[in-house]
């Protein structure tokens, strides 16, 4: 037996894990030492009612001859599939149920989606970026070129004049960064993958945060993008779903990768459950009211954030499209997170594990409870103008 070679090319643990990992350590050495974590973007409020209803409605329909259901559409049931196109339909952009294949996340969908891939691809990925991108390429063996996102482009990265690929991720609004693009900036990417003949993966999984004028929510607004891109959505960070797992990939009829992912997850996926496609279809028809103020509440968490940076001069980005808010430490980024959780005990996710380009920089998440927040804010400020003081003699400067 053979094992993937490629494996001992990724980093010792996922970027998550090791956060983890190292959060476990402190907590056996300092047992009840009350951590607050502002580190993994995981979602706090409970689930709406509406869903929950949803769900027991669903396992009783379950409970009958007549209700049962065994698997279900390898691409969806007709209900899910209908309100996610009514969905992009309430934002003026058309697409079929056939172009709608429901998943049980966007990580998965993304990671899986590289099954219809041949290896000799390029796959372009900008950096820092969500970490899952760079992983599954490496697993998968793909050969990939970064674009940079700096704070010289407002973490934006923007297609390279002069390197040609074949597959392109792009995420927006970003993680980590929080930056998105606007209907210009993301043509150039578009028309930079017409001219290429390649695909743009548009991950899309906090589209339901922006709130400035001008910034795209769907990468179908764009002209040309039907012929060009696939896009992946979720129910995780818009209607709280990380425990529940509901996702969505929509591929245009007119590419081959729709027959293609529909084969696909015939061989490998039996489906979302009935009872999780019944409650994330209560959250886009009746329920979508609560999923708003679900976000508007992580929102004010980011405020919270955010106000609080301002007022002690922190230099960030994101906060206002993004629940996350990504600022500039100034230090290598995993001995601000060891410093930061010994001395505040509150956890971050240390921009390096994003890519090269976040060294220095530090993502916080505003998925906690407001409560819990507004007592990280607290301890945050202590603990900034210590760090302030103590910077320069303890530590190296990144840049
Ligand atoms: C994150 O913290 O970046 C996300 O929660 C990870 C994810 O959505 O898988």
Redo the contacts with the bound molecule.
Sequence with gaps: MKTNRNFKNLKENY??AEVSKRVQAYNNEFPNSDVISL????VTIPLSVKAVEACKNAAIEMSTRAGFHGYGPYDGYPFLKNAIVDYYKSRGITIDADEVFVTD???NGIGNFLDLFDTDNTVMIPDPV???YVDANVLSGHKIVYVDATKENGFLAMPPKRVKADIIYICSPN??TGAAYNAEQLKQWVDYALENQAVILYDA?YEAYIESKGIVRSIFEITGARDCAVEFC?F??MAGF?GVRCGWTVIPMCSPLNRMWLHRQAIKFNGTSFIVQRMAESMLRGGYEDTRKMVAEYKSNAKIITKKFDSLGIQYTGGVNAP?IWFDCGIDSWQFFDYLLKKARIVC?PGSGFGKNGDGWV?L?S?NSRERTEEAVTRFEAFWKDFIEVRDKLFEPVR
């Design positions: 970027l998550f580190g993994i973007g995981d996340g966007a990580k969500y970490p899952a993680n980590p999984a979720s995780s960070k990380t996350y996710t993502r998440t998925f």
